[in-house]
């Protein structure tokens, strides 16, 4: 008995070292995990703080400082997605506008193959195809609206104009408008 009386201290304290390291093992795994957090979480912010210090210096820039005042209107006139709702609307406003009735739509074809506007560095575009047909229509409206597709925000050009005169003596024309929109990762578009 003596010797159990002797013991239980013993027992007493391994008891408590195996409850407190049962409870101090998990603690200190989560004070490790978020002292791994916390790491990470310091190193972006010190990369956003460096990519803030950059944005900060271009924005003293002329040519960057134009360049982003004018993103809306270079948004429109080579938006990063074909948007082809904004082309029919275009064309839906302008058939209107010149009286020309109910636009009757369109065959678009979008390609994601790149072509270069400038050069082999500059501006990689895919294009947006399609063609419009006109029959009985003078000559003066199919003019009015080739002005209005090259004044138009949108960068659109005409590759062919078929005018021909119908079997009634009207004339049936069929234009062949490109169209663009830019590629901002050249890479993803190859993989697609």
Aim: glycine share 4%; charged share 25%.
């Amino acid at each position: 008995m003596r010797f159990f009386i002797n013991l239980l201290p013993l027992i007493l304290i391994v008891i408590i070292l195996v409850v407190f390291i049962n409870q101090l093992i998990p603690e200190y795994k989560k004070t490790i995990e978020l002292a791994q957090k916390l790491n990470e979480l310091n190193n972006k912010e010190r990369d956003l703080n460096q990519l803030e210090n950059i944005v900060n210096q271009l924005k003293g820039e002329r040519a960057i400082s134009s360049l982003m005042a004018r993103k809306e209107t270079l948004e429109a006139w080579l938006p990063r997605e074909p948007k082809i709702k904004e082309i029919i609307f275009f064309f839906h406003t302008t058939y209107q506008e010149l009286g020309l009735g109910i636009f009757p739509g369109a065959n678009f074809n979008i390609e994601k193959k790149e072509k270069y506007l400038i050069n082999t560095n500059i501006l990689p575009v895919g294009t947006i195809n399609f063609s419009l047909s006109f029959e009985n229509v003078d000559l003066s409206k199919i003019q009015e609206f080739i002005s209005a597709i090259e004044k138009s925000t949108r960068f659109m050009k005409i590759n062919k104009l078929n005018l021909n005169l119908g079997e009634k003596g009207g004339l049936k024309s069929e234009i062949e408008v490109e169209s663009y929109y830019l590629i901002t990762s050249p890479k993803e578009e190859k993989n697609e």
